[in-house]
């Protein structure tokens, strides 16, 4: 429904003139105060259209001539109008407005008034059809309700009673002519006053001081003894749990956990314990996480206030829905539904599909707030103080940056230093080079072919080889299951096995087969070859009894042998010094034949001379199965001098002993990379490439020697094996594959460029830097770092400790793809639509993992989803609402561009896209370029060919980037280490990340597919109707409109609850709608008394409580004085104290704590009390909420189910409650617990005493004594009885009492 | 219950609040002293009541039971003709033809599957409607949707309305029950499903094991009857000097549930002792079938007449899974995959015990005040999800009703020549649940209650009631 004021006001017109014989002050009385109310309340069945009891109201003479009752109204004589008499409920019968509440008495004084004067009326003509009252005469109207109006301050009626609450009362009772109860005994006040505050029973030896203590002060003691404890804020935190539908889960299928939803549980209870002003409260709840100074808690080193939004994050979400829009629809309306009623006692979600029915709330008011809510996005936000967010901060990127200086410097040399050893590097020359990598090319495949078919051929081999590990990106075994486990810090890079020469090594799990004749093989790299002992390759007993192994230099410095358990089976073979340069690798092979011969190659050819076994026991060892192992890198368990130093490029181990020519086929197939190729089939391809080869040969015979320059020759890739190989120098990025269709006019994103801006950074580990050639320090290893950016967004730049989410703009997806160029290590991509934030993966919730060190391309097939608005998003596990992977690992990412697209085929492919590669056509070029690169990178000046240019270098082993290259730098380092080595993992709690807002647009009756115009964010019409600043989501501004006290329903809405927890009922007994369904105060005066007070007393939930428990009126009993029940049925007046049931979770904590077991430990993650390890000592507040199985007994005694706020709850009597209490097996055990307690040789008459007296505050009086005894005779005449059964029902019988279950 | 009430005589007292599983309508109509609470002033004269809803957990394939198509075995392995709405599973594939064969069943000549021959053996018992929809298509949503009227938790179950609206005809047994056997467990969405929701807390569904030794929790005393009789008589005792200086109704209600709670030890073991039933019955519900599945729906389904017969307002049966096409504990008749396979077995599971009720019903002229409902949350797709499963099809589908005062023996509304959209008549849960009222003598739209400002309703603000199926 939609109104405007128009037809109204077009309407008035032509009667000013027939209406002139109005007194002005009349007119407008009548325009302002009558008018609007007939038209909103009365016209519906009293117009043109409709005119129940044959009545009109919507002109003068309708309305003066009445219906079948009669005329409506005596003019001058309010009381004898049948209209006063109705809208009164004066009269028997009519009873008016129909069906809706009665009028506010300001209104009804209105019309009174109007009577009396004469009703004076313009509406002189009768129109001939319905009115639709518009919303600014509703809103006129509805205006004049009670909550709306202004806090007053009340004078304070006269009386002897010293607290002004008990005169407000007392004033009351006196004129209801009732008589007040008498106070109530001690015992029956401080159970009480003890449930009240904690939702605990008092302790005997509380029970024994406050009865001991006599002063006047006793009581006020109490009090305060109980404010302060902390178990208060347990309890009043509980109470707030029921306005925010607390869960610890979403519900709906598979009930997913709201990660670390306690944080936001314990934060409730510190602030209540903290008596955290209730404005800031709410401010916190609202917009915690945009206060400009948090409430940082001291001790933990807390955001408290970042933690106040959690509540918005404790929704039920549905299971990967179909329509993520409906599904926002009801979260948001939801959350309205919560924040509206908690805060404001007002029904906002109400008007969703309409202006609302009751109060002065339109549905543009609804949708206002519905801008602001899903404006912010459901994310797992940052909750450590703003300073240890911040440690060392500073310091880190000082010394980052004096990293870079110092590494830059080393860069620079080793630059310098480039041209001797590019001019080792092979194929150096133009033509020649190219024809000499082609040639290699051509020979490598041949020699491969040539390989593997000899292998094939060997008739006793079996596959060739069993084992082999490349070392690309982890240890596994290519083929068969001896996965190499890295030990001793052994390390990967550039696929290659690092080994430190100091412990590092690798070795596998037991052997899988029996091993005796064998072939050693493996690719190895020297970087020193004053080097002694260490074992490349070995097999091993695992007893570490036997080994064969290739040693380097054990028995003669730089050669090779076959080591051995003791020598057993080695001789010295008389190979060459190994000399092979630092920067090349060996290929090193040992063959053990059947019949023992055992011969090393050395590069192909044979090292040395082979020998066969001097005796028996320097025969063929059999290494057994499963009795046998594999190390890299070290010679046998246990030895001296065992490790090797350098790198392992790959290694096979074959259950044969290869013959010379394979071994040499092997050496010149050379190392191999990813899967075993199948053998090539002889089909021509072969032969062609011999042809070539041949012809290359002879090319090459004659071409010109080496000119020393590189230009094309470095072009190709084909080599890049070698670690100087330049063609990694130009190896700086493949360009995309351009989109084949015509872009499409969705957003795309360049993350490297200053479009950057517009994503949303959140958490402390975004830098927001954009540039190229940003870095990580390693925090271990020896290395300072392994990589430089490109330009873009990168996460964790200063520490992986820090969290970080990065979204994008909000955008309508029109494409069936989005492909998104990401690198990093363990974050996930994913697409949020419409805010939903759990994804299951699949195309309905596309998302990807990003795990690559290299910008690369991830597309999303997002056609399920398009034309609905989402953004995307970046996160590791901690920072995820619905993580992928295991929390606590470290990860990070980067983005660089977003590309919108249709057809999967036109996702953008390949590496990075980079740069024009720069040109280096010369050696000197290459040193000239990474000079200049290291030099620019150094002063954090690099553009992106130049961070490319380095990282490339970097990566091939050009660049050292070595923690011990020089002095200076490994003591930055260390430093910077030590810094980042205290820093913390951030706490994370649910929250709202804030991002740009958007304004909503109107549902039209409340149907998501019907959008109408955009409202702006704003408050509430009725109380301020400007719109909020567009920036932002708006919740800064909704926190301080809400958080004050201009507006008058929030402390009005606050001191009502805390009256209502302390008396049993509120002033307003609908303490969650103060509007026009809810009922009204009972005492208005004592509630604006109260309201003020609560603003001047700086918003003190504890000063209130105090003032509320010390009146006479919580003194009171329970029990009324004569007579006054048959006046005050309702006990509205409070001449008496209301007898309360116990919450359910006060029950379960009082038997907890009856049976002793109460363990006081408070906050962390909830307890499991329904499944192993069914904890069942903390206090109920810390128990575990699964929305799809409620702990049935606080669902038996009305504990609140988690969907909408629920300020009063029920206490509502059925049988299932007593068969609980009567056999439920927790029960049961409780009162055996609890009856061990008791003192064994005390007398029954006061074993029974202790129990009443925990139970119920008190000691048994004389006739309960006299039934127990009867009790106990009876338990005890039982064949069965044994003293701890007879004592274990006997106290289960008091757990059942009535007087246990209530308070009275 | 309300502090408002007004006081009462002792004995005006007992009786008024002796809310137990009984108070119609009582607590709320006093807690609420506003207008609009409250159930229909006068009761209209109707046949029916009692509900049996057997709820088909995760969805029956309407075009192969209640809805055949054949334009479905006509277009077989064809790509759907028409555009295909989002699904759950993304993975659609093409119209698939049933593996049932259609026939016209009983003198009424309804047209129905092969799929449940037994029930279809029913058909002139049958009120079949083909023109069901449902707003939501994932599980726990769409059981939400159809136990209360609204997709998600905190609302009553139907269930939990009609003891509202009607009270119990037995003080001693809860007037809204679940039964489960076997390894039946609640829907998606848990036991929310069942709730009270901000009802009274006595119409919340108590959930009934029909196999268990414990049939209901807490129901077993664990001591012996003397001995119990001994404590309530203790805590009679003492508990009534404390009544009488409190002066509270709620606390004289507390007391009085004892009462309540004892007399329940009785009555429920005794509700489900089926030894109490001839073999010639167990034999036709399927007691002693070799298929367990059968023989333990068959134990629900022969339980459910029991509570029936002995006054309990509302029982709900649940499926127990076969295990096949992702049709879990939860939601057995999910088959997103071997359909033929997984709906053949879950309906062997529940075509005779339901068959059976239905005769034993009607021959204990049971049928005539009981309805007994048989739908699951949505239908199923005619086009096939991979290669031989369903998706969720919220879009149209088929349930039926039997007894209460419907037109047997009748089809009302229909679906597409495909079965995907309901075209004829479509129909809402909001009508479907306004009917089921309606014929239990309860107005759709004046059965609310007053929660947090609002008046709610089991149809929100929808419905009305499908006459033309009416007797």
Known sequence: MKFSAAPLACLLLPWVGMAADLKPADLEFFESKIRPVLVSECYECHDAKKQKADLRLDYRDGLIKGGENGPTIVAGNAQKSLLIQSITHAHEDLQMPKKRPKLDAKIIADFVSWVNRGAPDPRTAAPTDSITPAWADLLAVRKNWWSFQPIVNPSIPAGPASSPIDRFLNAKIIAAKLTAAAKADKATLLRRVTYTLTGLPPTPAEIAAFQADTSTEAYARVIDRLLASPRYGEHFARHWMDLVRYADTHGSEGDPNIPQSWRYRDYLIRAFNDNVPYDQFVREQIAGDLLTQPRVNPAEQLNE??????????????????????????????????????????????????????????????????????????????????????????????????IREALAAQWRQQAKDLPAALNRVRG???????????????????????????????????????????????????????DAQMQGGARLRNGRLILDGKGA???????????????????????????????????????????????????????????????????????????????ELVHVAITYAADGKTTIYRNGQPYGKSYSPINAAGGLHAFAQAKSHLLFGRRHTGGNNSFLQGEIEEARLYNFALTADQIALSFQTGILRGEVPAVAANDGTLKAAREEADKLRAQLKESAPSDGKLTAGFAGETDPTHPLHASGLRRVGLRPNPPKAAPTDAPDWDLASATATAWSQHGNGMAGRITPGEFRVETAGPDVLRQILPSGLHSHTLSTKHSAVLTSPRFKITTDFISVQVMGRGATLRLIPDNYPLSPGGSRFPKAGVNSERATWLTLDTAYRKGSHAYLELTLPDDSPNPDGKLGVAGWFGVRQVRFHDGKVNAPKGEAVIVTAPTLNTVSDVTDALVDAAQAWGRDQANEAQAALLDNALRHGVLDAGLNTSPKLAQLVTEYRRLEEALKNPRRAPGFWEVPGFDQPLYTRGDHNKPAEPIARRFLEILDAKPFKPTGSGRLELATKIGSADNPLTARVMVNRLWHHTFGRGLVGTVDNFGRLGDQPTHPELLDYLAKRFVQERWSVKSLLRELLLTEAYQRSSTPAEGTTTQDGPNDLLSHMRIRRLEGEALRDSFIALAGRLDARMYGPGDNALAPPREQVRRSVYLLIRRNTLNPLITTFDGPKPFTTVGRRDSTNVPVQSLTLLNDPFIIETARRWSEQLEANASDESKVNALFLQALGRPANAKEQAAATRYLAELKSTPAANPNQVWADFAQSVLNLKEFLYVK | MSNKMNPLSRRELLRRCSLGFGGIALSSLLSSPAFGAGTTSTKPKTKAKNVIFCYMSGGVSHVDSFDPKPALTRLHGQSMPVPIQRTVFNNNGKVMGSPWQAKRYGKSGLEMTNLFPQIAECADDLTLIRSMTSKVSEHAQGNYFFHTGFPFMGHPSAGAWLTYGLGSENQNLPGFVVLQSGGAVVPHGGVGLFSNGYLPGQHQASILKADGALALANIKPGEADAAQRRRLGFIQEIDQAFAETAREPQVEAAIRNYETAYRMQAAVPEVCDLNEETEATKQMYGLNSPDKLTASYARQALLARRLVERGVRFVELSCLTAGIGAGGAANPWDQHGAIAKGHGAMAHQVDQPIAALLKDLKQRGLLESTIVIFSGEFGRTPFSQGSDGRDHNPYGFSLWVAGGGFKAGTAFGATDELGYYAVDQPLTVYDFWATILHQLGLDHEKLTYRFGGRDFRLTDVHGHVIKPILA
């Open chain 1, 428 to 482: 150096q020359s133009g033509e020649r080079g190219k024809l000499e990598q082609r040639l290699a090319q051509l020979e490598q495949t041949l020699a491969g072919d040539s390989f593997r078919q000899s292998l094939k051929a060997e008739k006793d081999a079996g596959p060739a080889p069993i084992h082999w590990w490349t070392f690309e990106s982890d240890g596994r075994d290519l083929i068969g299951k001896l």
């Open chain 1, 305 to 402: 206030s970042a933690l106040g939004t959690g509540h918005f994050r404790l929704i039920e979400h549905g299971f990967q829905p179909v329509d993520t829009l409906d599904e926002q629809v009801r979260n948001v309306d939801n959350q309205i539904d919560v924040v509206s009623k908690t805060f404001l006692g007002l029904t906002v979600s109400c008007a969703r599909c309409h202006d609302h029915k009751f109060d002065p709330i339109s549905q543009a008011d609804f949708y206002a707030f519905y801008g602001i809510f899903a404006s912010s996005r459901p994310g797992q936000v940052t909750v450590d103080s703003p300073e240890q967010l911040g440690l060392h901060r500073e310091k880190l990127s000082g010394l980052k940056q004096e």
């Open chain 1, 505 to 583: 090594f690798a070795e596998t799990d037991a052997t899988t087969e029996p091993l005796t004749a064998k072939t050693l093989e493996a690719w190895v790299q020297l970087p020193t070859l004053a080097q002694s002992g260490g074992g490349v390759l070995t097999i091993e007993s695992i007893d570490g009894k036997a080994f064969d192994s290739i040693v380097y230099a054990e028995r003669q410095p730089q050669r090779w042998m076959s080591g051995s358990d003791n020598g057993a089976r080695t001789q010295n073979v008389g190979g060459p010094v190994e000399k092979t340069p630092p920067t």
